[in-house]
């Protein structure tokens, strides 16, 4: 079975710092997909990002950049030079190709409480 | 942009009632699901529904609820008889694939079951 794992629970930072947080999973598959959601205060689930197994290249969005490292199980999320609208609840979560046994559903990690603080 | 909606945003409701939750995808979509979250804890698969039929539906989702589309652009969840368990936040979500394909999420309803 599929299992994703954010062991941060919670983290605190002051605006400007770079965080980072972290993402590790468990699948059988060889094919998978992965994404991160932001949950802002006013509780909707934000899409940010999806990646593919196959696909370790790392991503910059803006502030934002992602880590993937297939050797690890890890797809690792940085926020450079944080800002209090960052504040959120952030899941990292799993999806299955054709053929998984989880296949079209999302597993999702337990999430990470982010605070910037001015 | 395109986007899922979903009513009504709040919900009371007494234990044993029956509710409706209801949710229009996103229109070129085919994969509709929904996910619930109990306050402070991670969302939680529920059911996937594919062609007027269900996908896949984990162990939370038993006798008591069902989903519908009765039209071509609602898609509901029921609870027949509600438990104060059920009091969460359900998110309806739409895809226009499964798998690789992202998941859009609705902004929630979330329910209270007194």
């Known amino acids: 079975a599929q299992k994703v794992t954010q062991a941060q629970t919670e983290i605190s930072v002051v605006e400007k710092e770079d965080v980072t947080l972290d993402c590790v999973y468990e699948?059988?598959?060889?094919?998978?997909?992965l994404f991160w959601y932001k949950q802002p205060p006013s509780g909707e689930l934000v899409f940010l990002i999806r990646r593919n197994s196959f696909d370790e290249q790392n991503e910059i969005s803006g502030r934002y950049s992602w880590n993937f490292q297939k050797s690890t199980s890890s797809f690792n999320f940085t926020i450079t030079a944080s800002q209090v609208v960052d504040s959120a609840v952030y899941f990292c979560a799993l999806s299955e190709a054709a053929g998984g046994t989880s296949y079209g559903k999302l597993t999702f990690g337990q999430g990470t409480i982010l605070t910037v603080h001015p | 942009e395109p986007e899922v909606t979903q009513t009504p945003s709040h919900q009371v409701t007494q234990m044993g009632q029956e509710v409706i939750l209801r949710c229009v995808p996103i229109?070129?979509?085919?994969?509709f699901y929904w996910y619930r979250q109990i306050l402070g804890q991670k969302v939680e698969f529920l059911v996937s529904?594919?062609?007027?039929?269900?996908?896949?539906k984990s162990e939370i989702f038993d006798d008591q609820f069902s989903v519908e589309r009765p039209d071509g652009s609602n898609f509901t969840l029921k609870i027949r008889s509600t438990k104060l368990e059920d009091s969460a936040m359900y998110f309806c979500a739409s895809s226009v694939d499964q798998g690789e394909e992202t998941q859009y999420f609705g902004p929630g309803t979330r329910l209270l079951v007194l």
């Open positions: 229109s070129n979509h085919l994969y």
């Open positions: 529904f594919y062609n007027n039929e269900i996908s896949e």
């Open positions: 699948t059988r598959d060889t094919t998978y997909y």
